[in-house]
Each structure stands twice: as structure tokens, then as C-alpha cells.
């Protein structure tokens, strides 16, 4: 067996603005997806995933449609749990030619599904270094990193950055414009998360803002007024001025919730957060629900965020330097 893990992620700057060319900052963080792959000789796919519960029941599955979760759920919802990990396999096929090959894939996660911190690209970066290794194929970085976001252009119907995907595989603190992906150094910074439990879809929150975006101007104003946020946010960063980074969170933040991505907890957590004292907070990802990111070197925030209704789980983040990891 072949097992590789990559990091999940949290954006300092620039989520939804990054999908339309506008620069972002996401920041790998010590929460891990691991997949495990081992090659089967029958041709056919077998997913094993720990963590994705479909109606309660952990899911297993293969390829074939009468061969799908047997779980009393509707279609479309075995689809959006079962799709990046298809497509990660169609890149691995692709990658190595290997076209009839078939898989038993594991994955366990520390990420939270669908909750902003990139389980999507950590899945998909994991599976596509195990995958490809399993049949004898090893990708540099750069080529795993853009074949985990064609799998998070196909699922997400076109509507994709390289954002989350270059963050997984490469690790550390990276700053991503259209292709153009390159790491960054950025000041010890100290991350506090706070998660609602819940989750938002990815695909169908970026489609929301794209409406949003033809339907009126100063929608795509806002757009644009994020990609301003992010280039002070790096000239922040670049000067290791934590304070001016809190403020343009705090504001990157208002304008996410302008474009109608934040929900009632999100914006409860990232208030307590600011009333605990925090130094910025802001939703992290896609949004409508799951998790949001401040920074505060003191204890305050993660306390105050434990007793916030509606906050399920307040942890400290560390970086994560390293992206994917070959295991096995
Ligand atoms: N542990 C896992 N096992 C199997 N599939 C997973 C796992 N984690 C994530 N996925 C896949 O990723 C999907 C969630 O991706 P989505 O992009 O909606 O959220 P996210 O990546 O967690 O958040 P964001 O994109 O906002 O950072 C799940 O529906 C499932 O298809
Ligand atoms: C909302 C978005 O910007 C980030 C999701 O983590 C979508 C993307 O970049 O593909
Ligand atoms: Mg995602």
C-alpha cells in the first residue's frame, strides 16, 4: 500500500475574490487528510472513508452504479460525498496512463468536511500522490498541485482556484493570482479556529457570488475591493505588522459577508472573537457555515469562542511547513 497525507488550510486573505484573478493568501495548518491506495487487479474502484458519514453510516463504495453507498440518501447528495475522491482517481489514470487499473482507496481525516479548512484539496492532493505512486509514478509537486485542482475545477463545474490545492500540496504560507502560485514567508502567526459544526457547499457558494457578480456591479466591486484587501495584507505580512493584518481580516470579512457567504454563527464566532480581543477574524473558505480564523497570541479567543452558542469546537492552529507527506 502507498499512503501519502497533505494539510488542510485556512485563508488569511482573498477566498471567492482568488476564483475571478484576484490574489489570495491561504496558510497550510497541522490538520491532515491521509489516503492510503493499493492497486487492484478486477479494474474496479473501492472507497473506504472514515469520516464521511452519509444518513450516520460511514461510507464505502465502488465505482460501478449498482456498487454505490447503500445508504437511504438521495442522489445528489452520494454524489457531492463521493466526487472529488472519482475525480482524483480520473487524474491518477490520466497521470499514469493506467486506465484500467483499479483501487482500494482509505481515507481518514482530521479536517472537517465542507467546513473552509480545504478537506476537499487535502483529499485530492493525498489521493493523487498515493494513487499515482501505487502504480510506480512519482509527480513533483508542481504537477500534483495542478492536477488536484483540475479535480476541484471539474467538481466545482469549472469554477475553481489553485488556491487551496497549491496550499495542501506545497504547505506553509503561499499567495496565489490565476496560475501564478508561489510560496510565501510569512511572521509566526497565531491562529485560533472556531467551528459551528456545520458546513457549507463549496460549489454552490461560488456559484452564488458568480450571480451575484453579473447581476450587479458593485458586487463585482466588492470582488475587486477584496483583491485590494489582499495586497495590503501581504504588504502587512511582509513587514510582520500583525495589528494592520488583524484589520484587513476584520474587513476582508465584511465584504465575504456583503457578498451574502457568512452565516449567523460565523458571524457570532468572529464577533465573540473580537470582543474576546482577538487581533482580526474573518470566515475561512467557501462559507455559509463551518469555521472561522483569528489570530490572538493570548488564551482569550479559544475561551471565549468555547462558551460562544454556536461554536461546536475553538482549537489552536499551527503552520504546517510541509505539505504532502509520503508515508508509506
Ligand atoms: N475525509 C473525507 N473522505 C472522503 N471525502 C472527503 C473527505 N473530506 C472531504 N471530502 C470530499 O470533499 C467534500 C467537501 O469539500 P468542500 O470543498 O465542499 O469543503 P472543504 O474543502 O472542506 O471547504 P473549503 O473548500 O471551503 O475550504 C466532501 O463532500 C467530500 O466529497
Ligand atoms: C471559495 C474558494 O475561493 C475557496 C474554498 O476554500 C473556492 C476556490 O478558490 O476554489
Ligand atoms: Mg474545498
Excluded at 479535480?151 to 469554477?159: A, F, S
Excluded at 504547505?171 to 490565476?178: P, S
Excluded at 469562542?305 to 508515508?327: I, N
Aim: hydrophobic content about 40%; overall charge negative.
Amino acid at each position: 500500500m502507498t499512503l501519502s497525507s497533505a494539510p488542510g488550510k485556512v485563508y488569511l486573505f482573498g477566498e471567492h475574490a482568488v476564483v475571478y484573478g484576484e490574489p489570495a493568501v491561504p496558510c497550510a495548518i497541522e490538520r491532515r487528510a491521509r489516503v492510503g491506495v493499493e492497486p487492484r487487479e478486477d479494474g474496479k474502484l473501492r472507497v473506504h472513508a472514515e469520516d464521511l458519514s452519509l444518513d450516520g453510516f460511514t461510507v464505502e463504495y465502488g465505482a460501478a452504479a449498482d456498487d454505490r453507498p447503500d445508504v437511504d440518501v438521495s442522489e445528489s447528495l452520494v454524489t457531492a460525498a463521493t466526487q472529488y475522491v472519482d475525480s482524483a482517481i480520473e487524474q491518477v489514470r490520466d497521470a499514469t496512463g493506467e486506465d484500467d487499473v483499479g483501487f482500494d482507496v482509505t481515507i481518514e481525516s482530521d479536517i472537517p468536511l465542507g467546513a473552509g479548512l480545504g478537506s476537499s484539496a487535502a483529499v485530492a492532493v493525498a489521493a493523487i500522490d498515493a494513487g499515482t505512486r501505487a502504480v510506480g509514478t512519482t509527480l513533483e509537486s508542481g504537477e500534483l498541485a495542478e492536477r488536484a485542482y483540475r479535480t476541484e475545477y471539474d467538481v466545482q463545474e469549472g469554477q475553481a482556484s489553485r488556491a487551496d490545492t497549491f496550499c495542501s500540496a506545497t504547505g506553509g504560507a503561499v499567495r496565489v493570482e490565476g496560475d501564478d502560485c508561489r510560496s510565501i514567508e510569512a511572521p509566526d502567526l497565531p491562529i485560533v479556529v472556531g467551528f459551528d459544526g456545520g458546513a457549507g457547499d463549496t460549489g454552490e457558494l461560488v456559484a452564488g457570488v458568480r450571480t451575484l457578480r453579473e447581476e450587479y456591479a458593485f458586487a463585482a466591486d466588492t470582488v475587486e475591493a477584496i483583491g485590494d484587501v489582499v495586497r495590503n495584507g501581504e504588504e502587512a505580512l511582509a513587514d510582520g505588522d500583525l495589528a494592520e493584518v488583524g484589520r484587513l481580516m476584520d474587513f476582508n470579512h465584511g465584504l465575504l459577508s456583503a457578498l451574502g457567504v457568512s452565516s449567523r454563527s460565523l458571524d457570532s464566532m468572529v464577533w465573540a472573537a473580537r470582543d474576546a480581543g482577538a487581533i482580526g477574524a474573518k470566515l475561512t473558505g467557501a462559507g455559509g457555515g463551518g469555521c472561522i480564523v483569528a489570530l490572538d497570541p493570548t488564551p482569550e479567543t479559544e475561551t471565549a469562542l468555547s462558551f460562544t452558542p454556536g461554536c461546536e469546537e475553538a482549537f489552536r492552529a499551527e503552520l504546517a511547513e510541509t505539505g504532502v507527506k509520503r508515508l508509506e
